[in-house]
């Protein structure tokens, strides 16, 4: 049985606490704060502005795209969502969809090295390796297994969910995860010799971090609210991270964003892009590549409003002004 209960508003309270399963760890507050703080915040509207059409399309990282969302990387997916879908067959589902709307997708990682970490990324390189590899922040040996996992593979990006360190499950592992620093980070991108992106940042510290390790870009994130309760949500504090990193490092957030508009607040608020987790889950798992090609559609049709609505023909024209934060 679907262990999500897809709610109309993917909000994280009927799920609070679900682990394994799709909601936030403890109260669930760390998912709940991420939509309440995307609700705060309201768009401007003005359509006192040039008749024109409206372009999405961006690049980041080397990468062209048709709009500056990504598919967040979702692992254990027999075990989270309750269905009967391999791990090759989810991540086949997301690139082909993703491919076909020219948008790129993660993949994740977890204990089970073979299943959970080197079946996704033979998809990525079925896929003509448009596709960027997660690695969870394990000691040098399990990081040493995955590069030789990746070493005659095709993939664009690498990424690492540095906020993954806490998993209580991945800790008490024969190869535990820990928290990194700036020169273990520094290492790890030398032998991905790729883009490499750090993920699950919410501190001006973290991301300075990142950025002295030489990352090319981070994710603003607390993993969904799945590691830790208690954060503040994404976008709380995205601001702070802008007005120190911008121009620094590329910046990525997640958490909460479930509509094209969720997506224009993040850009005008200076991110460069956006990942989406569970609502892409959930089309993938439920209605296959064409499900989730629709639900990407839909994203990119409801941007395009919130730019034709305010006055944006191309993403250089958000801005923070755009954005009244409600509270
Ligand atoms: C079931 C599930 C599995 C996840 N697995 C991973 C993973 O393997 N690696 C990772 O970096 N993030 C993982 N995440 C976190 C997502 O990548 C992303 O940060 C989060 O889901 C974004 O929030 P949203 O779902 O509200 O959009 C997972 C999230 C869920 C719900």
């Not at 961006?58 to 598919?71: A, T």
């Not at 479930?258 to 990942?275: E, M, Q, W, Y």
Request: some cysteine.
């Amino acid at each position: 049985m679907l262990k999500c209960r897809e709610c109309r508003d993917c909000n994280g309270i009927a799920c609070r606490g679900e682990i394994p399963g799709v909601g936030g760890k403890g109260s669930g507050l760390s998912f709940i704060r991420n939509r309440q703080a995307m609700e705060h915040a309201a768009i401007n509207m003005d359509v006192c502005a040039e008749p024109g059409e409206t372009d999405t399309s961006c690049s980041i990282l080397g990468s062209d795209l048709s709009m500056p969302v990504f598919c967040a990387p979702i692992a254990g997916i027999k075990n989270n969502y309750g269905v009967d879908i391999s791990e090759y067959e989810y991540a086949d589902m997301v690139l082909d969809a993703c491919e076909k709307t020219g948008i790129l997708a993660f993949t994740g990682d977890g204990i089970d090295l073979d299943n959970l970490f080197a079946k996704p990324a033979r998809a990525v390189n079925d896929h003509h390796g448009r596709g960027i590899i997660t690695i969870k922040p394990w000691v040098k040996e399990g990081i040493d297994e995955r590069i030789a996992v990746l070493s005659d593979l095709n993939y664009a990006m690498a990424a690492m969910d540095i906020d993954a360190a806490g998993l209580p499950l991945l800790r008490a592992g024969l190869t535990p995860v820990e928290t990194k620093t700036v020169s273990a980070l520094k290492k790890i991108k030398e032998c991905l010799k790729k883009p490499f992106i750090v993920k699950g940042v919410m501190t001006v510290h973290a991301a300075m971090a990142a950025a002295a390790a030489g990352a090319d870009a981070i994710v603003v994130s607390n993993h969904g609210g799945r590691v830790m309760d208690d954060t503040p949500g994404t976008l709380d504090v995205l601001p702070e991270i802008v007005s120190a990193c911008r121009g620094k490092i590329t910046i990525l957030i997640d958490g909460g964003i479930r509509t094209g508009s969720d997506v224009f607040k993040c850009l005008a608020l200076g991110a460069d892009g956006v990942l989406i987790g569970r609502p892409f889950a959930l089309a993938a798992v439920k209605d296959g590549s064409e499900g989730l090609q629709k639900r990407i559609l839909s994203i990119q049709d409801e941007l395009r409003q919130a730019m034709l609505m305010t006055g944006c023909h191309t993403l250089n024209d958000l801005n923070p002004e755009m954005i009244r934060t409600l509270k």
